[in-house]
């Protein structure tokens, strides 16, 4: 077999150019095309990428907040016992929840950032390349036009 021929014997890269000009329609500029293809492959490819960083960057800073909070927890356990029975102190205790439960909403609206950035970034990637698509789709249709 030679370098164009296919299991049909037809050399489909001397075919899809001129294909629909019988019909009517104009040519078609493959490479333009393929060119087209290639950068919505690159794009999604640094979305993918984009989005791998991000869910590390989350794991890592639910990591960090998951060690903190054991830390945290320990210290307060210390400070509610005495000689390893828990303290009646309606106030410490208190304020331990009130601290514990301030650190979680904190905890939880920087993730809920790092989660948003991180997502604005992808949509950037994408809305862009889409954009870009958008007018390379129109050239190539103009070019074939003339």
Same mark, same amino acid.
């Given at each position: 077999? +030679?370098?164009?021929?296919?299991?049909? /014997?037809?050399?489909?890269?001397?075919?899809?150019?001129?294909?629909?000009?019988?019909?009517?329609?104009?040519?078609?500029?493959?490479?333009?095309?393929?060119?087209?293809?290639?950068?919505?492959? $690159?794009?999604?490819?640094?979305?993918?990428?984009?989005?791998? +960083?991000?869910?590390?960057?989350?794991?890592?800073? =639910? /990591? $960090?907040?998951?060690?903190?909070?054991?830390?945290?927890? $320990?210290?307060?356990?210390?400070?509610?016992?005495?000689?390893?029975?828990?303290?009646?102190?309606?106030?410490?205790?208190?304020?331990?929840? =009130?601290?514990?439960?301030?650190?979680?909403?904190?905890?939880?609206?920087?993730?809920?950032?790092?989660?948003?950035?991180? /997502? =604005?970034?992808?949509?950037?990637?994408?809305?862009?390349?889409?954009? $870009?698509?958008?007018?390379?789709? =129109? +050239?190539?249709? +103009?070019?074939?036009?003339?």
């Amino acid at each position: 077999m +030679t370098k164009t021929d296919t299991a049909f /014997g037809i050399d489909f890269s001397k075919f899809l150019p001129n294909f629909g000009t019988s019909f009517g329609f104009p040519s078609l500029n493959a490479d333009a095309i393929l060119d087209l293809q290639k950068k919505n492959l $690159e794009a999604f490819d640094k979305a993918g990428k984009l989005t791998a +960083t991000g869910f590390e960057e989350l794991l890592k800073r =639910q /990591g $960090e907040m998951l060690k903190l909070s054991v830390k945290e927890f $320990e210290s307060a356990v210390k400070a509610t016992t005495k000689k390893g029975l828990p303290e009646f102190n309606p106030e410490k205790q208190t304020e331990a929840v =009130q601290a514990s439960f301030d650190g979680a909403v904190a905890n939880s609206r920087e993730l809920m950032e790092l989660a948003a950035t991180s /997502g =604005q970034k992808i949509f950037d990637v994408i809305s862009k390349r889409a954009n $870009e698509a958008v007018a390379e789709a =129109q +050239t190539v249709v +103009t070019a074939a036009k003339a």
